[in-house]
């Protein structure tokens, strides 16, 4: 994830049912119809698999059709296509960018055709986690330096007799691999294919009280159902993940952005104003991804959930 998303309605909640990890397939071209619709009172956002993004896309739809009267759909689309989609006008909104400064040189800066949309109001950090219950055990694990001590008992049928590292979806933005091999650490990258299959490993691993290294990511629900403590890596400073392949410091916090079309944000009326307004917590996020991927509630229902019991929240958006 230097992960993770756009919004107009048509199958936008059947869509968003269907979605559960940080990366998905490309989908640009199956773009909405009433995306850049000139006149028409209509949204298009894409969507990242990650159920945090799916949140935020549930409650902004959620609004945009019951408040403000648009058609609202929803475009799944990974994380590199969704600016290019972004640029061409094929959706409206991004509402969870984790840090793409390339993109962003290229078509916030370069070109023009897509513009910040505010703060989201989350911070991100992707980090390493094993759980709390063998971090109380074990407390030294949570240094990366004693990684190698404990490797054996991170092996998987996977793993290739060294030390688990369990990654998401391969589309996801991660130095994991630099960094095992940067570090020196008896360990193997294992992806376990989108957020989904990863969250079901974790749980399984939990119910088992197995040891386990996970790449895994703030904000998430996950944290309230299986308590993990990250491991600390070498101290982020900027630029010491610029080069990809000599990655061997921490990620770093990163204050999650909103973009635009540039079109959209100029003519697109009160759904460009409310998206650009648009602004929760962490603790707002985690309840509706809690909702949708525990509680099993449509993304609708936990929007409308959500909108009940938050209302002097998302009303300073529509002023």
Not at 206 to 234: G, S
């Amino acid at each position: 994830m230097r992960i993770r998303t756009t919004t107009a309605l048509v199958a936008g909640v059947s869509s968003l049912a269907l979605l559960s990890g940080c990366g998905a397939a490309d989908m640009t071209k199956q773009s909405s119809p009433f995306a850049n619709a000139q006149g028409a009172k209509t949204v298009t956002l894409s969507v990242q698999s990650w159920v945090g993004a799916q949140a935020n896309v549930a409650v902004a739809q959620y609004l945009l059709e019951h408040e403000l009267g648009y058609r609202v759909d929803t475009v799944q689309v990974d994380e590199i296509p969704a600016w290019d989609a972004l640029s061409q006008g094929r959706v409206d909104a991004i509402m969870e960018d984790w840090g793409h400064p390339d993109e962003e040189q290229r078509y916030v800066k370069d070109k023009k055709t897509i513009v910040p949309g505010g703060d989201l109001g989350v911070t991100g950090h992707i980090g390493w986690y094993v759980p709390t219950y063998f971090a109380k055990a074990h407390p030294d694990v949570t240094d990366w330096k004693n990684l190698n001590k404990y490797a054996e008992q991170m092996r998987t049928a996977e793993s290739g007799g060294k030390g688990q590292l369990m990654d998401g979806s391969p589309s996801y933005v991660t130095n994991d691999k630099a960094l095992v091999n940067n570090l020196d650490l008896n360990y193997q990258v294992v992806f376990a294919g989108s957020e989904a299959a990863q969250i079901t490993q974790i749980k399984q691993f939990a119910k088992e009280k197995k040891p386990f290294l996970t790449y895994w990511y703030e904000p998430q629900w996950l944290f309230k159902k299986v308590p993990m403590t990250e491991v600390k890596l070498p101290a982020y400073k900027d630029g010491c993940d610029a080069d990809p392949e000599k990655v061997a410091c921490a990620y770093p916090h990163t204050p999650l952005q909103k973009y635009l079309n540039a079109d959209f944000s100029k003519d697109g009326g009160q759904a460009a104003a409310l998206l650009k307004k648009f602004k929760w917590t962490t603790e707002d996020q985690n309840e509706v991804s809690l909702m949708i991927a525990e509680q099993r509630l449509s993304p609708e229902a936990a929007a409308k959930k959500w909108a009940d019991s938050h209302e002097s929240t998302w009303k300073a958006w529509l002023s």
